[in-house]
């Protein structure tokens, strides 16, 4: 259990925009920030975050909260671990007790995997430093690499000893069920059902160096392992197999380490091995990741989106592996994003180089070796075609293909340009062969989208289409009302019915001076109103006691201390204006009007509408009701009438505020 304390320094701490700026890069947008969405796939920011008020929201997907929400639904932590993360990241000391083996038990399935990992790194970790076999086999190891012992503890590398099952032993001694350390697999259960007391199990990782594999966040997903005996059958380095929370596709080692480096250097290294990003990051260039020796994949590419549009991939000096490497470059062109490469001398890698230069000496040599992907890889495809015109024909092809993926058509009209003097072609054959390739895209997404619409109408007829509900919308405009300006003092005008035997009915204005939400809790009142929604109902009582309760309220106090859902209400109802500063309306001169300069016509218009149309659904109740047999004709027709002389009143009065 964590302390109140310790909660309360965490909120007064923490800053929404610096937590989500580790996962996401943001730019200025007025008062706030944009971004691209995390959670989906797009190249138009809809993600918005408003330091402010301490809440962001994703347009496209429709999710929003406060910092501990966004940490919760990106990095799928628990309420606790979010506040440890935001207490480490801020260095606050953190007060809690130990969770008891039933709190550990009761733990979601999820939850148990990462609990497995997080005990086996600092397990693998302990056993390098602190076993007599750890110090002499595997920090032996990283040492001869040139790893520092900061450098060692920055990774949390570690060491499994060579022993069938010395690890899976302590794992179970220590509480931890077989079931999760099989579906990590940290453990390979052999024959026997996972529970059953006989079931024969070893540890995958025995013998091997350990290199953990973190999420963005720090969270242990898991382990790739290299092995250092001479055992040819056996493969050199091992990877945790896929489970509910180790995706090799969605993740790049050494991201958590590089985040704040990329986003601050705008610019991302990437290469291909464990040792290449740890030896890279000592010397200094701690921007790099990796895609751990598979191919490179859009999810994978996308995290890198996040935080920086441009990406330098480090190739070795090997150049068939070179050829075979650059053809999936043509996924980050897709992403729209810009591509350098840069190539080492034969004979070397990243991490081979690093150890041999200094940081300005590989700075240095970055400098003056990348070169812009199309360039390179079409000087590189016409060394390989030379004088062979079936060649040449082939790789022309293949660089229109990966120039086509670009999405600006300014960028591709420029590479044309360049290819047609590399590859010795008129830009008339390459336009028109990218024109050809287009079109031909074209009619395929065609044929796609008339598919798709096929399928789509043989639903849509059974589908109804969803009305707004006028009502939730109003009562929406209400909670907002209260969130942005409940406190605030304005003068309101009302009017007044008065009786004139001369010259008939006559309307009196009257002003007076009211908070705002003095002004809606007593209208709402007069007329008995209770709010339909369930959520708005709840967030309604809430919102008033707090406003009634507290001299100086705060939206951001009172919104951290809610239930996720009604949190996500919350962060809906205040982000909603901002969501038009994503499209910038006003270059093209159209300006969204600011509530906040008309508070009291916003308010007072949003409760005569909502008083209006529940008039009229009284009446059509009334109506209904005249269609009853024995129904009393007489009391529901005056009861109508009444009704419709307060719609009278009501409507001048609208009339008058707008």
């Not at 975050?49 to 929400?69: E, L, M, R, T, Y």
């Not at 520092?148 to 032993?169: H, P, Q, R, S």
């Not at 269609?627 to 009391?635: D, I, Q, S, T």
Request: hydrophobic share 35%.
């Amino acid at each position: 259990m964590i302390s109140k304390s310790t909660i309360d320094k965490v909120f007064e701490a923490v800053r929404v925009e610096e937590v989500i700026g580790d996962f996401v890069q943001l730019k200025k947008a007025g008062s706030n920030f944009k971004g691209l969405s995390p959670f989906s796939e797009e190249r138009t920011p809809s993600f918005m975050v408003s330091p402010v008020k301490q809440i962001w929201k994703d347009f496209s997907s429709g999710k929003g909260g406060n910092a501990i929400a966004f940490l919760m639904e990106h990095e799928h932590f628990t309420y606790p671990d979010a506040i440890r993360y935001l207490a480490k990241k801020y260095q606050i000391e953190l007060e809690e007790t130990m969770p008891s083996v039933e709190e550990t038990e009761k733990a979601g399935e999820r939850e148990s995997l990462y609990l497995v990992s997080e005990f086996a790194q600092k397990y693998f970790q302990e056993t390098l430093w602190n076993t007599e076999k750890g110090k002499a086999i595997g920090l032996s190891y990283f040492k001869e690499r040139g790893f520092t012992d900061e450098t060692i503890k920055k990774f949390g590398l570690g060491y499994a000893l060579d022993e069938w099952d010395a690890f899976t032993k302590e794992a179970l001694s220590k509480g931890y069920r077989l079931e999760f350390l099989d579906k990590t697999g940290l453990a390979i259960v052999k024959e026997t059902p996972v529970d059953s007391a006989q079931s024969k199990h070893f540890d995958r990782f025995k013998g091997r160096v350990i290199f953990p594999i973190y999420s963005m966040s720090g969270r242990v997903l898991g382990f790739g392992g290299r092995i250092l005996a001479n055992d040819k059958k056996a493969a050199k380095y091992l990877n945790s197999p896929e489970s509910d929370i180790y995706h090799k596709s969605k993740v790049l080692y050494g991201l958590f380490q590089a985040k704040q480096a990329i986003a601050k250097e705008d610019r991302c290294y990437l290469v291909e091995g464990y040792t290449d990003v740890i030896q890279l990051q000592q010397s200094g260039i701690n921007n790099v990741v990796s895609s751990s020796g598979t191919a490179l994949t859009p999810d994978q590419i996308r995290l890198i989106n996040r935080l920086t549009k441009n990406i330098t991939v480090l190739y070795d000096g090997d150049a068939a592996g070179l050829r075979a490497s650059i053809r999936g470059i043509d996924l980050i062109l897709e992403q729209g994003m810009n591509v350098k490469v840069c190539t080492f001398p034969e004979g070397e890698d990243p991490d081979s180089f690093s150890r041999k230069n200094s940081l300005e000496e590989l700075l240095s040599y970055f400098e003056q070796n990348t070169k812009d992907f199309i360039q390179f890889k079409a000087h590189l495809l016409a060394s390989d075609a030379k004088n062979d015109p079936i060649k040449k024909a082939e790789c022309i092809r293949d660089m229109i293909e990966s120039i086509s993926k670009i999405p600006d058509n300014i960028s591709q009209e420029i590479y044309i340009k360049e290819c047609s003097k590399i590859m010795d072609i008129s830009e008339e054959a390459l336009f028109s062969s990218l024109f050809q390739l287009a079109k031909s895209l074209e009619r395929q997404v065609s044929r796609e989208v008339k598919q798709q619409r096929a399928a789509q109408s043989l639903t849509a007829v059974q589908t109804p289409v969803e009305k707004v509900n006028r009502l939730e919308e109003l009562e929406m405009n209400i909670l907002k009302a209260l969130l942005l300006f409940g406190k605030q003092s304005c003068e309101f005008e009302d009017l007044t019915l008065k009786e004139d035997s001369d010259e008939g009915t006559l309307y009196e204005t009257e002003k007076y001076t009211s908070t705002v939400y003095e002004k809606i809790f007593l209208d709402l009142q007069q007329d008995e109103i209770e709010f339909t929604n369930p959520a708005f109902k709840r967030l309604y009582s809430t919102l008033m006691n707090k406003l009634h309760e507290e001299q100086a309220f705060e939206v951001v106090r009172f919104s951290n201390m809610l239930e996720p859902d009604l949190m996500d209400l919350v962060s809906d109802l205040l982000m909603q204006e901002e969501k038009y500063k994503l499209d910038n309306w006003e270059r093209k001169n159209i300006f969204v009007r600011d509530k906040s300069q008309t508070i009291p016509q916003f308010v007072s218009e949003t409760i005569l509408h909502l008083r209006c149309l529940l008039i009229e659904q009284k009446k059509t109740e009334l109506s209904f009701k005249v269609k009853g047999e024995n129904a009393p004709h007489v009391e529901i027709m005056e009861e109508t009438n009444n009704y419709n002389k307060l719609k009278v009143l009501l409507s001048r009065k609208l009339e008058r505020v707008v």
